[in-house]
C-alpha cells in the first residue's frame, strides 16, 4: 500500500510538471517528453513486446528471488568459455528488457491513475461516514447508560421468575426424556424384528448419548448398563444376518448389516467375520448335501453319519454309483450359490465405493472422510485376497469328493458328464479369481487318462472286430451328410467353435460342414448370465433332432436323373442299330466303340453327390466325436485323446491297405504303386499299432515290459470271409475295394476338417506332433487308391496273354502293312469288357471321378509297359517291322480313346519314344541309353539287339551291353 501510494504521488508530481510545461494551446501534450538524442534504444513498441516475451518465466516468481545471483549462475554454469563480448550482449539483453517493463508498467500506472484517484475518494468518504457513525455511537451508549441506571431494579425481579421458569421448563423436558428412554427398549426389539439394524443401532447410540447426559439421576445408571446389554445383543444378531449373505445375497439386507457396522464404527470387523462366515458356509453346504445322498443310499442303518469326516462320506463306501453324478451336480450348484454371493458382494462394494468417493474427495481434509477412505481400502483389499481363499476351499471339497470315488467302472457318458462339470466349475474358478485350478485338474488327470486307456484299448478291439466283419457294403447317407449331422459332434453345432474359414477344407462345397453351424458370439460370463437367476449346473434340456443322416432309399434325389436317362434310351428303341453306328470302318469292317460309355459311366453313378462311407466308418466317426469332448472338457490329456484319435485312423488305414492292397506284388511298378511316404507310414504302423501274429499267444516267459507293450497294440486284422477279391465278374471285388478306400478317403477329409479344433486345444509344443501326422498319414488316404485298384486293373485283363500273342508276331517283314496285328483286338476287347463291368458296378456302387480316372491309368500304363514289354521281345525287326509296330500302337490310342474320356493317355510317350528308338545310331542310342532309365534292362537289350545293333560290329554291341549294365548298376 505504500509502495502504491508513493507511486500515485509521484505520477502527481509528474503530472503537476506536467502542467506547469504544457502550453494552452496543446491541451494533449504527453505528462513527460522523452528525448530522442537521451534513448538508448528505439522507441518500437513490436520490440518493447518481444522483449518483453523473452523475459525467463522464473523472473515472474517471488519477491524473494534474486535475479543477479540467477544471471551470474547462468555465466558459471556456461558450457563454453566466456568472453567480454558475450558478457555484454547479455547485458544489453537484459537492460533492453527492464527497459520495456519499466515502460510499460509506467504506461499501465498511467492509465490506471484516474481510477486510483476515484477510490482513493471514495475511502475518504468513508472514513467521513465512520466518524459521524462513530459520533452515533457515543451518543447511544450516554443515552443506554441513563436507561440503566432508571430501571435495574424493576428488572431483577422479572429475571430471576425467569429463570425459575426456565429451570421448571428443563426439568420437565429431562423427565420426559428419562421416559422417553425407560420405553426405548420395547421399541428396539420392534426395530430387530424388522431387521431395521441401522435403526435400532442408531437409537440405541442416541439412548446412550442421552443416558450419559442424565447420568446424575439414579434411576439413569440401571438403564445404562440395559442400553449395553443390548447393544451387544444387536451386534450378535447382525452377526447371524451377516451370515445368511453367504448363501443367498440380498443387496438390501446387505446394505443394512454395513450401515450399521458402519455406524458401530466395526467395518474391518465385519469384513473379517464375514470371510470366517463364507469358510463355515463351503464347509456346512458340502457337508450337508452328500451327507443327505449318504443317509438316503444307506437306507435304515445305524450309523451316525454326523459324526464323520466330510472325506470319509465321500468314499465310494457311502456314495453308490448311481447317485454319484446327482450328489457332485448338486454340490456344484450349492458351491456355484456361495460363489456367487461372494462376486455379488464385492460387486456391491465396488458401487458403493465409487458413488462415495466424490464426497470424499470434496472434503479429503475431514478425519471422517480419512477414516472411511482407510475402509474402504481395508475392505477392497480383503476381499481381493478372499478370492483366492474361497475358491481353494471349494476347489478342496470338490476334491475330496473326486478322489473318493473310482471313476473307471463308469459309463462313457457317465464320465463325460462328470467332467462337464469338473470343467465347467475349472471354468467358473478361472472367472471367480482368475485360478487355474491346478489341484483340481491334477486329482482327476491320472484318473482321465487311466479311464481313457483303457476306453480306448477296448474301442480298439471292438474297431478290429467291426473290420473283420465288415462286408464293405455302402451305408446310404445323405448327399450332403457330415460329421456335425452325427449326435456326437452336436458339442461342435451349439459352441461354433468351428470357425467359417473351416468351410474351405472340405472338398465339396455341398458337404460343407461350416454351414450347419450356429455362428455366435462369445458368450458373456457365468456371473453375468446366472448371477441373478439360474444356474450353470441345471440340466438344460436341449432341443435336439436326433441324427438324420440316411438316405431314405438308394438313389436319393438322383434317381429322377436316372430315370430320364432311362426314358432318353427307350425314345429311340426303334431305331434300327446300324443308323445308331458313328461309321463303319471300310479297311476293316468293324463297327467302332459307341462313345456311350461316359453317359453311361454317369447313369450308373447314382450316388455320385452322396459321401461314400460304411457302418464301421461312422461308428469311428462317432468315436472322434467323443473323443473331442473329452478333450474339450478336459485339456491336459488332450494331446493323450488326439493319439489315440490317429491310432483309430491308423488302424483302418492299414485294415484296407491290408485287405485290398496286398493281394499283388507290387515291386515292378514301385514307381506308380506305393510312394515311399505311404511305404513309411504303413511301416511305422506295423511298428508301432499293429501286434505281429507270432506274438499273439502269451507266454510266461515274455518280460513284463514285452507285456506292457503287447497291450498298446493291436492284432493284425483279416478280412471278412464274406468279401469275394477273386471273381471275375465283379471285377475282383470292385465295389467292395471303392467302398474300403473311399470310406478311406472321406474319413481323412473329415480329419482335416477338425484339425483346427485338435490345434486349439492340445499344448502348443505338441502341435509339430498333429501336422506331422496329417503331413505323413491323413495325406496319405488317396494315395492308397493307386495300390488297391491297381489289382483290379492288373486282374481284369490278361496282359500275359497279350505279351503271347506278341510274341507270335513277326516283325521281320519285308512288306509295309496296312492292317494292325490281332493282338491289339484282343486287348481292346478285354478293355472294353473291363468297361462293361466298371459300368455294371457302378450301377450298384457309386464310382467317384478320382476312382474312375485312377482305374483307367492303371489299365492304359500296364497296356502300354506290355506293348514296350512285348516289342523288347522280339527277336528279330526290320524297318518295316517297326511300322507295324508304330501301327499296332496308334489303333490302340484311337479306339482308346473312344473307350474312356482319360486326357492325356498316360505312359504314351513311353511306348513313342521306344518305338523310335530303333532308328537311332549307335553313338545316339549310348546317349539315349543314358537319359532313359525308366526302362528296364530287358527293354533296353531288345532295343539294342534288334534296333542298331544289327548293323553294327560286335564291339560297337558289346560297348552298348556295358553302358546298359552300368544304367543298372546306378538304378541300385
Not at 464347509?283 to 454326523?306: P, R
Not at 491334477?442 to 479311464?451: E, F, G, H, V, W
Not at 450332403?480 to 472338398?507: C, D, H, P, W, Y
Not at 436326433?546 to 438308394?554: I, P, R
Amino acid at each position: 500500500m505504500k509502495k502504491l501510494k508513493s507511486l500515485v504521488a509521484l505520477k502527481d508530481k509528474l503530472q503537476q510538471v506536467g502542467d506547469d510545461d504544457r502550453s494552452p494551446t496543446s491541451p494533449d501534450r504527453p505528462l513527460y517528453i522523452y528525448k530522442e538524442e537521451e534513448r538508448e534504444f528505439p522507441n518500437d513498441p513490436l520490440a518493447d513486446q518481444e522483449a518483453i516475451d523473452s523475459i525467463e518465466e522464473v523472473y515472474y516468481s517471488d519477491d524473494s528471488w534474486d535475479p543477479s545471483k540467477h544471471e551470474l549462475q547462468k555465466l558459471k554454469d556456461a558450457p563454453e568459455k566466456l568472453s567480454l563480448e558475450d558478457i555484454d550482449k547479455d547485458r544489453n539483453r537484459l537492460r533492453r528488457q527492464l527497459a520495456a517493463v519499466s515502460k510499460k508498467v509506467s504506461e499501465l500506472v498511467l492509465e490506471n491513475h484516474p481510477a486510483y484517484a476515484q477510490e482513493l475518494q471514495r475511502v475518504m468518504d468513508l472514513e467521513t461516514a465512520l466518524q459521524g457513525a462513530n459520533v452515533i455511537c457515543i451518543n447511544g451508549r450516554r443515552h443506554l447508560e441513563i436507561a440503566k441506571q432508571g430501571f435495574t431494579t424493576a428488572s431483577l425481579g422479572l429475571l430471576a421468575n425467569q429463570r425459575k421458569r426456565s429451570q421448571l421448563l428443563g426439568l420437565m423436558n429431562s423427565l420426559r426424556t428419562i421416559k422417553t428412554l425407560q420405553r426405548t427398549d420395547v421399541r428396539l426389539r420392534e426395530m430387530l424384528e424388522e431387521e431395521d439394524y441401522p435403526g435400532a443401532i442408531q437409537l440405541c447410540l442416541e439412548c446412550q448419548k442421552a443416558a450419559s447426559i442424565f447420568r446424575h439421576y439414579s434411576c439413569i445408571s440401571d438403564l445404562s448398563s440395559k442400553l449395553q446389554d443390548t447393544l451387544e445383543m444387536i451386534e450378535e444378531q447382525l452377526d447371524v444376518a451377516l451370515s445368511k449373505t453367504c448363501n443367498s445375497f440380498d443387496a438390501a439386507h446387505y446394505e443394512k448389516v454395513q450401515t450399521a457396522y458402519r455406524l458401530l464404527g466395526k467395518t474391518q470387523t465385519a469384513m473379517d467375520q464375514l470371510h470366517m462366515h463364507y469358510a463355515s458356509a463351503i464347509h456346512n453346504t458340502a457337508f450337508q448335501i452328500v451327507l443327505g445322498y449318504v443317509e438316503l443310499c444307506s437306507g435304515t442303518g445305524d450309523t451316525n453319519f454326523q459324526k464323520m469326516q466330510y472325506k470319509d462320506l465321500c468314499t465310494d463306501k457311502h456314495i453308490i454309483t448311481d447317485s454319484y453324478i446327482p450328489c457332485l451336480m448338486d454340490l456344484c450348484k450349492a458351491l456355484w450359490g456361495v460363489m456367487n454371493s461372494y462376486h455379488k458382494t464385492m460387486q456391491w462394494h465396488e458401487v458403493y465405493d465409487s458413488t462415495n468417493q466424490e464426497a470424499a474427495e470434496s472434503d479429503a481434509t475431514s478425519s471422517i472422510n480419512i477414516e472411511a477412505t482407510f475402509n474402504q481400502r481395508y475392505v477392497k483389499q480383503k476381499l481381493e485376497h478372499g478370492l483366492a481363499r474361497i475358491w481353494q476351499d471349494v476347489q478342496q471339497k470338490v476334491k475330496l469328493y473326486l478322489l473318493g470315488t473310482d471313476l473307471s467302472v463308469f459309463k462313457f457318458d457317465d464320465f463325460l458328464h462328470v467332467l462337464d462339470l469338473v470343467n465347467k466349475l475349472m471354468l467358473i474358478g478361472e472367472e471367480f479369481c482368475n485360478s487355474k485350478s491346478e489341484g483340481l485338474q491334477d486329482s482327476i488327470r491320472k484318473q482321465s487318462i487311466n479311464y481313457f486307456k483303457n476306453y480306448h484299448r477296448s474301442r480298439m478291439d471292438e474297431l478290429r472286430m467291426f473290420l473283420e466283419n465288415e462286408a464293405w457294403e455302402l451305408c446310404p447317407v445323405k448327399s450332403n451328410f457330415t460329421i456335425l449331422n452325427l449326435q456326437e459332434f452336436k458339442f461342435l453345432r451349439r459352441s461354433g467353435l468351428v470357425q467359417k474359414k473351416l468351410s474351405t477344407s472340405m472338398a465339396s462345397p455341398q458337404s460343407s460342414p461350416a454351414k450347419h453351424l450356429e455362428h455366435k458370439d462369445s458368450p458373456q460370463g457365468f456371473f453375468v448370465r446366472y448371477g441373478d437367476h439360474g444356474n450353470p449346473f441345471d440340466v438344460h434340456q436341449d432341443e435336439d433332432d436326433g441324427e438324420d443322416v440316411m438316405a431314405t432309399n438308394g438313389y436319393d434325389e438322383e434317381e429322377k436323373e436316372h430315370n430320364n436317362y432311362a426314358d432318353d434310351d427307350s425314345d429311340d428303341s426303334d431305331v434300327p442299330e446300324e443308323l445308331k453306328q458313328d461309321y463303319v470302318d471300310e479297311k476293316t469292317g468293324e463297327a467302332p466303340v459307341r462313345r456311350d460309355s461316359k453317359k453311361k459311366y454317369d447313369k450308373s453313378r447314382k450316388f455320385s453327390n452322396a459321401p461314400i462311407l460304411t457302418n464301421t466308418t461312422l461308428n469311428v466317426l462317432r468315436l472322434f466325436g467323443k473323443y473331442m469332448q473329452m478333450m474339450t472338457v478336459l485339456k491336459p490329456i488332450a494331446f493323450d485323446v488326439v493319439i489315440c484319435m490317429s491310432q483309430l485312423f491308423d488302424y483302418y488305414l492299414f485294415s484296407v491297405y491290408s485287405f485290398f492292397a496286398t493281394d499283388l506284388d507290387m515291386s515292378a511298378a514301385a514307381d506308380w504303386g506305393l510312394s515311399n511316404k505311404l511305404k513309411t507310414t504303413l511301416k511305422r504302423i506295423n511298428d508301432n499299432l499293429i501286434l505281429p501274429e507270432d506274438s499273439m499267444m502269451p507266454s510266461l516267459q515274455q518280460p513284463v515290459q514285452q507285456v506292457e507293450d503287447r497291450k498298446d497294440k493291436v492284432p493284425f486284422p483279416h478280412v471278412s470271409p464274406v468279401v469275394d477279391l477273386t471273381g471275375n465278374q465283379n471285377l475282383y471285388g470292385l465295389a467292395e475295394r471303392v467302398v474300403a478306400t473311399e470310406s478311406l478317403v472321406f474319413l481323412a477329409e473329415q480329419f482335416e476338417f477338425l484339425q483346427p479344433q485338435l490345434e486349439s486345444v492340445i499344448p502348443p509344443a505338441k502341435k509339430a506332433f498333429l501336422q506331422q501326422f496329417y503331413s505323413q498319414t491323413i495325406s496319405t488316404a488317396s494315395e492308397l487308391r493307386r495300390p488297391v485298384y491297381r489289382v483290379v486293373a492288373a486282374k481284369s485283363v490278361v496282359y500275359d496273354h497279350i505279351l503271347q500273342l506278341m510274341a507270335n508276331v513277326k516283325w521281320d517283314i519285308k512288306d509295309i502293312m496296312s492292317q494292325h496285328s490281332s493282338y491289339v483286338d484282343m486287348l481292346l476287347r478285354d478293355l472294353q469288357v473291363f468297361s462293361n463291368k466298371l459300368d455294371q458296378v457302378g450301377r450298384h456302387v457309386p464310382i467317384p471321378q478320382p476312382v474312375y480316372n485312377v482305374l483307367w491309368e492303371h489299365c492304359i500304363r500296364l497296356a502300354n509297359r506290355t506293348f514296350v514289354e512285348g516289342f523288347a521281345s522280339a527277336k528279330k525287326c526290320s524297318n518295316e517291322g517297326r511300322a507295324l509296330m508304330q501301327l499296332d500302337f496308334q489303333q490302340f490310342l484311337m479306339k482308346l480313346e473312344k473307350l474312356t474320356d482319360l486326357r492325356p493317355i498316360p505312359d504314351r510317350e513311353f511306348v513313342e519314344v521306344y518305338v523310335k528308338a530303333y532308328y537311332l545310331t549307335d553313338a545316339d542310342m549310348e546317349r539315349w541309353i543314358r537319359d532313359h532309365r525308366e526302362y528296364s534292362t530287358k527293354q533296353l537289350t531288345g532295343l539294342v539287339m534288334c534296333g542298331v545293333g544289327s548293323h553294327i560290329n560286335k564291339k560297337a554291341r558289346q560297348r552298348l551291353l556295358a553302358t546298359i549294365e552300368d544304367v543298372e548298376k546306378l538304378k541300385r
